[in-house]
């Protein structure tokens, strides 16, 4: 039976997927490594981890240049050597992709459960939904999810890690920067958002007080290691396979397990009718058809061949933001230019000094004396010409290329100027919510679908006693929720509703609900229901 179900397990390990047909595959080039197993020796663990880390540091150094440029190109920093905090610059990403987030993470992800069609299947379905629902908001998921999107726009991939809170005894999703994990070159992000390499690590900080507490059994070398001084945070690495986890500091093993997110057999010895004992597994109940690992990636640019996209929204556009930083400089000077200046001969009898000193008097309502000669020729004001239209013209041009690029070009007062009605501005503001709708968001509801299914597994394997949630019910009363891991006792198929994600711009909603109540086919309690009216029983009364 434990090889059957170790073959099985197998079967969800990353040389078993199907890759996507875009990754290429050399025929007899490969490289032979070791497979992390629980027995190891810790020296051949150490060593395994040093060789997964190797791996990425030879890889890493060409995408961490493209992450830090982006980062810079967000901040406001776009030139090398920036000293000058007030530089002529119109950072044009920044607004985009700030007006973007909003847009693309505006709907909160709505679950949808369902089980078999027993009214006990329907009635756990409806229990884990509300739960979700509660641990959404709890959980503040629309804001983690903003920033999930704002990383994935600026390091090529946006991570979430799935984890169980000891002082909150309770789900926990942490938005991690990218760059705090070593992740397997030859893996990709598939289309379910999930992260097929062999291996991923985390680099971490913790108390050393803390470490302790979690690894008593180490406690000697821990406070060796920070010569006693309990309060120091100590950088250490979280290693995670599908099935395995361990935790490493320095030269020495923390701990090592089975995947603390999974219900693993149970071994139980049964005696037959002739007083003969066996020793049967008996699964444990899990969400998930195989272990995983805890992170969720979010994966859009993608072609298949690593670990991330192969580009970004920035990247796409810093072409576009140098030519207006460099068209606003040309500005500028010229604006200086046709500002003029003054040109003083000698033979006006002024020295050098009485000459800037006479310009300033100039410059404030005097005059400047000339001993002697024409005033023409020895003092003359000299004013540069205005630069041709088409300067200005493509600057507009280009502001407006960067703002389509991000789709957010009718999203913006300067993107809605040139149209003259509200239902102009409208359709443009339209336009940009279905092309973020129909790009961002689609995969914005497949994190959102993974981050759901893993709360569930989450639900299975740590609900070992009762957790109540409350949320907001009907007729906006307080709906209280319980729910322990014995419950589930059945499939249950876990989703985002489909649209839910997708921008609605409020007042498109709000003119087609008043439409359909002038035409009858709307109550008036939905109609402010939709018109966003705090207590629309009231005002229907």
């Given amino acids: 039976m434990g090889k059957i179900l170790d073959a099985f397990l197998s079967l ?14 050399q ?20 060593d395994l981890a040093e060789t997964w880390e190797k791996k990425w540091n030879d890889y890493y150094p060409v995408l961490k240049k493209i992450e830090e440029k982006n980062e810079n190109y967000w901040r406001g920093k776009h030139f090398a050597n920036q000293d000058d905090e007030n530089a002529v610059v119109d950072n044009l990403i920044f607004e985009s992709l700030e007006t973007f987030l909003p847009i693309a993470t505006k709907q909160n992800p709505e679950p949808v459960v369902t089980a078999d069609n027993t009214d006990e299947g329907e009635a756990l379905a409806s229990k884990v939904s509300k739960m979700l629902i509660y641990q959404a908001d709890t959980n503040r998921l629309k804001l983690r999810l903003k920033k999930v999107v704002r990383f994935w726009a600026m390091y090529r991939r946006g991570v979430m890690k799935m984890a169980w809170s000891m002082k909150k005894n309770d789900i926990k999703p942490i938005v991690l920067r990218p760059q705090r994990l070593i992740l397997d070159p030859d893996g990709i992000i598939d289309d379910d958002m999930t992260y097929d390499g062999e291996y991923i690590g985390e680099n971490k900080k913790e108390k050393a007080s803390d470490l302790i507490a979690r690894f008593p059994q180490k406690e000697a070398y821990i406070k060796e290691y920070v010569k006693e001084k309990l309060g120091t945070r100590v950088p250490y690495q979280e290693w995670h396979t599908d099935e395995y986890s361990f935790w490493k500091l320095g030269n020495e093993i923390l701990g090592k397990m089975k995947n603390p997110n999974w219900n693993w057999p149970e071994e139980k010895t049964e005696t037959d009718e002739f ?10 109940r899990n969400h998930f058809n195989t272990p995983q690992k805890p992170y969720i990636f979010l994966s859009i640019f993608n072609l298949g061949k690593h670990p991330h996209d192969d580009t970004s929204l920035i990247e796409q556009n ?12 040309q500005i500028d000077d010229n604006v200086d230019d046709m500002n003029g200046g003054w040109v003083i001969s000698g033979d006006s009898g002024l020295t050098a000094a009485q000459a800037s000193e006479a310009v300033q008097a100039v410059r404030e309502g005097g005059a400047i004396y000339i001993p002697t000669g024409n005033s023409e020729t020895v003092v003359s004001k000299k004013v540069g010409s205005g630069l041709p239209s088409d300067v200005y013209n493509q600057l507009i ?34 336009q940009d919510s279905s092309r973020i709708g129909g ?20 639900m ?16 906006s009363a307080t709906e209280f929720v319980e729910l322990i891991n014995s419950e589930l006792d059945r499939k249950l198929m876990v989703s985002v509703k489909e ?20 035409a009858g086919l709307m109550d008036p309690i939905t109609l402010y229901d939709k018109l966003d009216y705090p207590n629309p029983y009231e005002t229907a009364e």
């Fill in 499 to 518: 649209g839910s994600m997708i921008p609605k711009d409020s007042l498109t909603k709000a003119n087609q609900a008043t439409d359909l109540s002038s």
């Fill in 12 to 25: 969800g390990k990353s040389t078993n997927k199907v890759k996507n047909s875009d990754q290429e595959i």
């Fill in 318 to 329: 810093i072409a576009n933001q140098d030519i207006i930083n460099k068209r606003n400089r």
């Fill in 460 to 475: 299975y394997v740590h609900y070992d006693e009762k957790h109540i949630g409350s949320i907001i019910g009907k007729d």
């Fill in 439 to 458: 790009g961002v968001s689609e995969y914005l509801e497949q994190f959102a679908d993974q981050v759901f299914n893993w709360m569930v597994q989450m």
């Fill in 27 to 46: 025929q007899g080039v490969f490289e032979l490594e070791e497979e992390m197993r629980l027995d190891m020796p810790d020296d051949e663990l150490i």
């Fill in 397 to 430: 041009d280009v502001r407006n290329e960067l703002r389509n690029i991000f789709g957010t070009r009718g999203s913006t007062p300067q993107g809605t100027s040139s149209e003259p009605t509200v239902r102009g501005k409208m359709i443009v503001r339209e």
């Fill in 275 to 284: 007083g003969g004992e066996s020793v049967i597994k008996i699964p444990g």
